[in-house]
Structures are given as structure tokens and as C-alpha cells.
């Protein structure tokens, strides 16, 4: 007689709502092995220690779990990336801004990795309700350094067409950013925080010249 595999341990009966959490901690590292189409709910369940019907009970299906995933993540971000762009801008050493702010960007990047691997698996076609949301909190993070620039470029005597160039450079500036942090975390070669970010600055610092010459 073949012998019996060990019954799965049942979880302690916490509840959805208090479930919740320990299945998207479960669920998220599966979603950054294997990606969103790799995983199912019957994975979740197992990493989490569970049966599928109590991941149903949390989430109605995959989809809306991995929603409530990013929105939790999303969320983390956005505060890091709010707190990466300074209040009171140096008008006096835009290099020494730009590195600043980079270097911050990237060091809460490092600080919370899964979050950032995250949001670039979402940005590879899930559902469009999530793409809008986080496409909201870049918005957000952009105009404030829009008005960043606004007064770096204003304090160094631009005067004509100021709002529009400033958009342009908080556009520039975010896509930089993301870019670098995806470097960081998933490109061939090892960077730290503060090297890579004073790099960026002392390349884009030029740009406030090229854009006060007109």
C-alpha cells in the first residue's frame, strides 16, 4: 500500500480582510517569478497556505487580486516617489538638484525592489483600469517636478515660454528616472543608488544651459 502524502495543515481561520495581506505578499512573489499568465490561483493558495476557495473568498479572480496587488504597491511608490523630489529646490546648482533627486528616487527603488518589479510587469498589457491608475500617480510625481523646474528655470532668468519648457523637462525627468531604476534593478550591470544618480545629474544639468540659450 502506497503511503499517504501528508494532509496540507489548515490554515488558522483569520478572515478575508485579514487574509487579504498574507495573500498578496504570497501572491507577489509568484507574480514576479513567473509573471501574470505563469501564475495561477491554485499557486497563490499553495504559497499562502490555503485552499483555493479561501483565495476566492479574498479576491473574485486573479485579475482582481493582482489589481489590489498593484494599488497596495502603487501606492508605496507614489509616496516614495512624492518624498524623492525635493520641496525647496537648490536654484543656485541644478546638477547638485538633479542628483539629488535621482539618487533619492533610486535609493527608495532599492529599498523596495519587488514594488518597482511590480509595476513594470503591469505595464505589459494587464487591465487597463490598473495602466490608468498608475499613468495617475506618474501625472502626479511629473507636475510636481514640472513646477520644480518652473522656478529652477525662472530663477535663472527664463522668462519666455517657461510653463511649456518646464512640462517638457518634467517629462524628460520622470521617463529618466524610470528608466534608471529599471537599469538598477534589472539590467546586466550592478549600479548603486548614488553613483548612478549623480551620474544623471551631471548628464542632464546641461540641458538648463541649451534651454536658457533659446
Same mark, same amino acid.
Given at each position: 500500500?502506497?503511503?499517504? @502524502?501528508?494532509?496540507?495543515?489548515?490554515?488558522? =481561520?483569520?478572515?478575508?480582510?485579514?487574509?487579504?495581506? #498574507?495573500?498578496?505578499?504570497?501572491?507577489?512573489?509568484?507574480? *514576479?517569478?513567473?509573471?501574470?499568465?505563469?501564475?495561477?490561483?491554485?499557486?497563490?493558495? /499553495?504559497?499562502?497556505?490555503?485552499?483555493?476557495?479561501? *483565495?476566492?473568498?479574498?479576491?473574485?479572480?486573479?485579475?482582481?487580486?493582482?489589481?489590489?496587488?498593484?494599488?497596495?504597491?502603487?501606492?508605496?511608490?507614489? /509616496?516614495?516617489?512624492?518624498?524623492?523630489?525635493?520641496? /525647496?529646490?537648490?536654484?543656485?546648482?541644478?546638477?547638485?538638484?538633479?542628483?539629488?533627486?535621482?539618487?533619492?528616487?533610486?535609493?527608495?527603488?532599492?529599498?523596495?525592489?519587488?514594488?518597482?518589479?511590480?509595476?513594470? #510587469?503591469?505595464? =505589459?498589457? @494587464?487591465?487597463?483600469?490598473?495602466?490608468?491608475? *498608475?499613468?495617475?500617480?506618474?501625472?502626479?510625481?511629473?507636475?510636481?517636478?514640472?513646477?520644480?523646474?518652473?522656478?529652477?528655470?525662472?530663477? =535663472?532668468?527664463?522668462?519666455?515660454?517657461?510653463?511649456?519648457? @518646464?512640462? #517638457?523637462?518634467?517629462?524628460?525627468?520622470?521617463?529618466?528616472?524610470?528608466?534608471?531604476?529599471?537599469?538598477?534593478?534589472?539590467?546586466?550591470?550592478?549600479? /548603486?543608488?548614488?553613483?548612478?544618480?549623480?551620474? #544623471?545629474?551631471?548628464?542632464?544639468?546641461?540641458?538648463?544651459?541649451?534651454?536658457?540659450?533659446?
Amino acid at each position: 500500500m502506497a503511503p499517504r @502524502s501528508p494532509a496540507r495543515r489548515r490554515a488558522a =481561520h483569520l478572515g478575508p480582510q485579514r487574509r487579504r495581506p #498574507l495573500v498578496l505578499d504570497a501572491a507577489a512573489r509568484l507574480f *514576479i517569478a513567473r509573471g501574470f499568465a505563469g501564475t495561477s490561483m491554485e499557486m497563490i493558495a /499553495e504559497a499562502a497556505g490555503v485552499t483555493r476557495p479561501v *483565495i476566492y473568498d479574498c479576491y473574485p479572480s486573479k485579475a482582481a487580486l493582482f489589481e489590489a496587488l498593484l494599488k497596495r504597491e502603487e501606492q508605496r511608490l507614489l /509616496e516614495e516617489l512624492v518624498r524623492s523630489v525635493p520641496a /525647496e529646490p537648490n536654484l543656485v546648482d541644478t546638477q547638485a538638484l538633479l542628483a539629488q533627486g535621482f539618487t533619492a528616487l533610486l535609493q527608495a527603488a532599492a529599498a523596495a525592489p519587488d514594488s518597482w518589479r511590480l509595476l513594470f #510587469l503591469s505595464q =505589459h498589457g @494587464s487591465d487597463p483600469a490598473v495602466a490608468g491608475r *498608475i499613468a495617475e500617480g506618474r501625472e502626479l510625481v511629473t507636475e510636481r517636478i514640472g513646477r520644480l523646474a518652473e522656478m529652477v528655470l525662472s530663477g =535663472h532668468g527664463l522668462s519666455q515660454d517657461v510653463e511649456r519648457l @518646464s512640462r #517638457l523637462v518634467a517629462y524628460v525627468l520622470v521617463g529618466q528616472g524610470e528608466a534608471a531604476v529599471r537599469l538598477m534593478l534589472t539590467g546586466p550591470d550592478r549600479w /548603486e543608488p548614488r553613483e548612478l544618480g549623480e551620474l #544623471l545629474g551631471r548628464m542632464t544639468a546641461p540641458a538648463e544651459r541649451v534651454l536658457s540659450e533659446g
